[in-house]
């Protein structure tokens, strides 16, 4: 991601925790980049502090990918006067708390809109460039939850993510022949502000200090995997392990334990 001419990333909702620290590591390897979330103000000091440490060309896109033309907004600004985006983040996402009924559609379909339906056309309309240009990468930044049992509550979450999982296989399969890398960063617990959004803050502050990971650790892991040419990046020795288990144990009883297990992480009423 060093090579000449400087390389040059698009990050979604990249004004806070994982999103922002993807901002800082790409600066570090000397990529450009376009940074896009609905907070212009945290953009804007994001951007300001990576232009002066490391001297890099960062442009950001205020916008919401909760709107269904947001994606086309933010590419036709980032691709602006024929520059290009080498490096497709897409890390923008959020929890829905509560049980699937007692949610309003609206809030359901806003939610898919950015965990799902955004992400996917982001990759439609960068792909082909990439594909033209022999190089690209994508990094869809999915969940542990993707690659397990459903759980009660956030209830549309896992299955989001697992989507995102299998697209990822399939995008990587599609396109490794023209140069395009495609990564699903799979990562469990991180510290950031994902659990104040979804109202499990108090659950999770719960939970043992060897299940969490810090984004710069999950940040590097998954930059150096699309790099490699992975297609699924697991972080961490404990979701490796919880994978692995879950992976081996029947369905029945996969589901069992992570349903048992899922009052501690999400709010299910």
């Known amino acids: 991601m060093t090579d000449s001419p400087r390389r040059r990333a698009l990050v979604t909702g990249a004004s806070a925790g994982i999103g922002a620290e993807f901002a800082r590591q790409l600066a570090a390897r000397g990529c ?9 103000d945290r953009l804007q000091g994001l951007a300001s502090e990576l232009r002066a440490q490391h001297g890099v060309d960062v442009q ?3 916008d919401d990918l909760a709107d269904p033309a947001a994606p086309a907004r933010i590419v036709a600004a980032a691709t602006r006067d024929g520059r290009a985006v080498d490096i497709l983040i897409n890390n923008a996402g959020y929890g829905v708390p509560g049980r699937y009924d007692k949610v309003e559609w609206a809030t359901h379909a806003r939610f898919m809109q950015v965990l799902v339906t955004a992400p996917l056309e982001l990759c439609h309309l960068l792909l082909p460039a990439m594909r033209t240009r022999d190089h690209g990468r994508i990094v869809n930044v999915a969940s542990l939850a993707g690659l397990i049992p459903g759980t009660a509550g956030n209830t549309l979450y896992g299955p989001a993510k697992a989507l995102l999982v299998r697209v990822s296989q399939a995008l ?8 395009v890398h495609v990564c699903a960063l799979c990562p469990g617990f991180t510290h950031s502000e994902f659990h104040d959004v979804s109202q499990a803050r108090t659950l999770v502050s719960k939970l043992p200090g060897w299940m969490w990971s810090d984004a710069d650790r999950v940040v590097r892991q998954g930059l150096d995997a699309v ?4 297609v699924v990046c697991v972080p961490g020795r404990v979701n490796r392990a919880i994978k692995l288990l879950m992976d081996l144990l029947p369905d029945r009883a996969a589901l069992a334990l992570v349903g048992r297990r899922a009052k501690h992480f999400r709010v299910r009423d």
Do not use: I, K, S, W
């Open 227 to 230: 790099e490699r040419g992975r």
């Open 32 to 40: 450009d980049l376009v940074l896009t979330a609905r907070r212009d």
């Open 60 to 62: 950001t896109v205020a």
């Open 172 to 179: 990587a399969l599609e396109n490794a022949a023209h140069g």
